[in-house]
């Protein structure tokens, strides 16, 4: 008994010392646990850490990286193994999450949050049910599941901004009106009604009120009830009534026409009173029946008004007497105040005449015609047998909304007495195309007035600019056009510095057939078809053509006569200057008496006259070619010969010429004949088988010219100082100057005409090529003393005077001294 308990004891020593032994380990692992741990974690050991529930790192949920941390694990993520349920979502939380009912669910319990799908009591919250109501204002609320909408009853719909609210719905402006378009939408809350307007009524059967009210004009003026005053008559209109005056009369002051209130009075005449500062006795008179016709006017006797004021119109013009007196200003600006004043009463009277038309023939043959509308449309016609106008009744009536509209047209042949004389002023376009067509300045225009002045009238009288053109077809003269003449179509504008002339702006001339000119105008006033002669040369430069061509003529031809006659001075030079001075002589007399074209188109007399000037003027400039051969031999080549035989200066004087015509002649026959002159013509550059020609003419001239002077004066410095000689070189050089300027220089200034309103020029050309025979005279004969001496002979023999009985005993010795210095003195 005794040794089994001494065998329990050491046992139970044993096991405590292994509790001992454990207790000191346990002891001993404690303080070795790792103190890096980050938050969200727990110590492991000394090398590890574990992270919190709902924490994880990167390395998993044990970490032994002191760079590690702990991070939120999401358990709504979409790799997440938790499940909400239906109509639920997940709601993540730091280290955990819930779920919680959608919009429109809620749980059975009445709780917020759950924790999983086993707990998930979602189910639909029906909002119409809520207190207080979701949807507001007479809207109504249907639940959905999950949600509600709000609807509005008909006429309502719901606000924009506010989508449970609902306002009312403007029927009669949301651009889908319901109502007939004879009625007046009136908008309700929730509705509308179809009213009829303001002077309409509904049609038979038609109710007043609803959508399908279908309205009807009253006529305000059958009615029976007195709406408009006496003095008017009563115009129905589209849901109202116009009260518009009388036909010859006219609203009294303070009063509108065509006003429901309109008060009208009968019609008086215009004041018309003669022009200040002019006198005339029959101007008196005229004015003294205007006034008695103003003072004893009626409406109902506007057609007998109108057939006195143009009798005593045309008593005034067919015998004028006075007024042709006056100054041609005042004259003018009398015709002008006088067409203005007698407008304005014949439009009055127009307007007060009853009827639709008026046609008026006076003895005179004045002619008045009329025409008067209410409701004019479209385009009218008016005519008569001096002249027919078309243009719209649009443009007749104007701004104007009262009274009827007017047309008019007054034609007197008389009228012309008082626009005599006048002038024409040219629009711009119209001289520069006329200074196209001449190739040369337009210095105006004489007219001669063809057909009647047409004054012409409308209801609207701002016609200064019309929005449409009117046309017109005026009767006239057969006078046909000639050369530099045109049928125009012009109108009377008045002046304060010449008080009226003839214009052409704003009017086009469209043609002419059977004696009647069609025009188109963009304003009215008086017109008149008027034949244009216009003034395209300076009649200056006309006069000292003409002149100075006849004096050549003479002159020219007392040359030939010398250069024939006088032996003395026979010679090579002589036979230049007697063919230059016959061409001249033959040119210039052609050019006189054929240069002026005959009709619009050249005929076979211009043609011929145009190449017998091309022929003789290029002869002659061939014969002064050959005059700066004869001077370069006579002044170069002194003692080298004598120049050229005579058939063959005759030769190169007329062959050249006449090849020259004849090759332009069968290149183109039809440049024979200009626009305005029996001339070449200039737009196919047919006249430079002309100038080309003459300016190499003068070229070589003026070359041998220079070379001239140059021998000269080497001539000089050699010569030993004899006066005799020296006076011989020095009246040389004085010819071979002369003779350049007389038979080439003076072309330099034409050759240089290139702007043919260049005065200076064209003068300085005119009088020194006019004059050329002049010049030739007084150089070849007057100067030249042999020529002096045998004129004096002459004179002496029939003179019979003792001096020709001295000259006929000296003769044989002046002759033989003639003979002696002829090599030198013959081209003097």
Request: aromatic share 8%.
């Amino acid at each position: 008994m005794g040794g089994p308990r001494r065998c329990s004891f050491p046992l139970l020593l044993q096991v405590l010392g292994v509790l001992l032994i454990l207790l000191e380990a346990g002891s001993q692992k404690t303080s070795d646990c790792a103190r890096w741990c980050p938050p969200k974690s727990t110590c492991i050991n000394a090398t590890a850490c574990r992270c919190s529930p709902g924490y994880i790192s990167s390395s998993g949920e044990i970490f032994t990286s002191v760079l590690e941390s702990c991070d939120d694990i999401n358990e709504c993520g979409p790799s997440s193994t938790v499940s909400c349920g239906k109509f639920a979502d997940c709601q993540n939380t730091e280290g955990s999450y819930y779920c919680t009912c959608i919009p429109g669910y809620e749980l059975a319990s009445g709780a917020r949050t759950f924790r999983n799908e086993s707990e998930n009591t979602c189910q639909d919250v029906d909002e119409c049910q809520l207190k207080p109501r979701v949807c507001k204002s007479r809207s109504v609320c249907i639940n959905t599941q999950g949600s509600y909408t709000c609807k509005c009853p008909p006429g309502l719909e719901l606000n924009p901004g506010d989508p449970n609210l609902c306002t009312d719905v403007n029927e009669c402006t949301s651009g889908q009106n319901p109502c007939h378009t004879s009625t007046h939408c009136l908008n309700n809350i929730g509705g509308y009604e179809c009213r009829c307007r303001p002077g309409w009524k509904p049609v038979p059967g038609s109710p007043n009120g609803p959508n399908n009210t279908v309205c009807e004009d009253v006529d305000e003026c059958s009615s029976g009830q007195p709406t408009c005053h006496s003095s008017t008559v009563c115009i129905n209109t589209v849901g109202s009534y116009k009260c518009r005056c009388l036909r010859g009369w006219e609203p009294k002051p303070g009063f509108q026409d065509k006003q429901p209130n309109t008060i009208c009075e009968e019609m008086s005449l215009p004041t018309w009173t003669p022009p200040p500062g002019i006198k005339s006795e029959n101007m008196s008179r005229f004015f003294e029946r205007v006034q008695d016709l103003r003072r004893n006017f009626k409406p109902a006797l506007a057609q007998g008004t109108m057939q006195d004021l143009v009798k005593s119109m045309d008593e005034l013009l067919k015998e004028p007497r006075d007024l042709e007196a006056l100054p041609l200003t005042e004259r003018h600006h009398m015709a002008t105040q006088f067409l203005l004043g007698l407008e304005t009463v014949l439009r009055t009277l127009a307007e007060a005449m009853p009827g639709d038309s008026f046609t008026y023939l006076s003895p005179s043959d004045t002619e008045l015609s009329l025409m008067i509308q209410e409701h004019g449309e479209g385009n009218i016609t008016i005519g008569q047998s001096h002249a027919r106008m078309l243009l719209s009744w649009d443009v007749a009536t104007g701004a104007r909304d009262s009274g009827p509209t007017v047309v008019g047209i007054l034609s007197s042949r008389n009228m012309e007495k008082l626009l005599a004389n006048a002038s024409m002023e040219l629009e711009p376009e119209k001289k520069a195309e006329l200074q196209k067509i001449y190739q040369r300045p337009v210095h105006g225009a004489r007219v001669l007035l063809l057909s009647p002045v047409n004054l012409v009238f409308l209801s609207n009288t701002n016609t200064e600019k019309l929005d449409s053109p009117v046309t017109f077809a005026f009767s006239h003269s057969g006078k046909k056009p000639e050369s530099r003449q045109e049928l125009i179509c012009a109108f009377w504008k008045s002046n304060s510095t010449k008080g009226g002339y003839w214009a052409t702006t704003g009017c086009q001339t469209l043609g002419t057939r059977n004696y009647s000119t069609t025009c188109r105008c963009n304003h009215l006033s008086s017109f008149a078809i008027l034949m244009a002669h216009y003034d395209i040369e300076d009649w200056k430069l006309t006069l000292i053509t003409k002149v100075g061509l006849s004096l050549s003529l003479v002159c020219l031809l007392l040359c030939i006569l010398t250069f024939l006659l006088v032996r003395p001075i026979q010679g090579s030079r002589t036979t230049v200057h007697l063919h230059l001075c016959i061409c001249l002589f033959v040119g210039s007399a052609i050019f006189l008496a054929g240069i002026e074209k005959e009709g619009e188109k050249p005929g076979l007399r211009c043609r011929l006259v145009a190449g017998l000037l091309h022929y003789f003027f290029l002869a002659a400039f061939c014969w002064m070619s050959l005059e700066g051969v004869e001077l370069y031999f006579l002044v170069v080549r002194v003692f080298q010969g004598q120049g050229l035989s005579k058939w063959k200066l005759c030769l190169i004087g007329y062959g050249v010429p006449l090849l020259v015509v004849a090759i332009s002649a069968a290149i183109k026959s039809e440049g024979y004949g200009h626009n305005l002159y029996c001339w070449l013509d200039r737009e196919s550059g047919f006249l430079w088988s002309f100038l080309g020609p003459v300016i190499l003419v003068v070229l070589c001239n003026a070359v041998v010219f220079v070379t001239t002077v140059w021998k000269l004066t080497q001539k000089f410095s050699e010569i030993n100082p004899d006066m005799k000689k020296l006076k011989k070189a020095r009246v040389l050089t004085i010819t071979a100057v002369a003779q350049l300027l007389v038979l080439g220089g003076t072309w330099v200034f034409g050759l240089f005409l290139f702007d043919p309103q260049s005065q200076l020029l064209s003068y300085t050309f005119t009088i020194l090529n006019c004059l050329q025979g002049l010049f030739l005279f007084v150089l070849h004969c007057l100067l030249n003393k042999k020529v002096r001496e045998e004129y004096r002979r002459w004179a002496g023999r029939v003179t019979g005077s003792k001096y020709s009985e001295f000259t006929t005993s000296t003769s044989g010795t002046s002759h033989n001294l003639m003979q002696a210095h002829r090599p030198s003195e013959s081209g003097m």
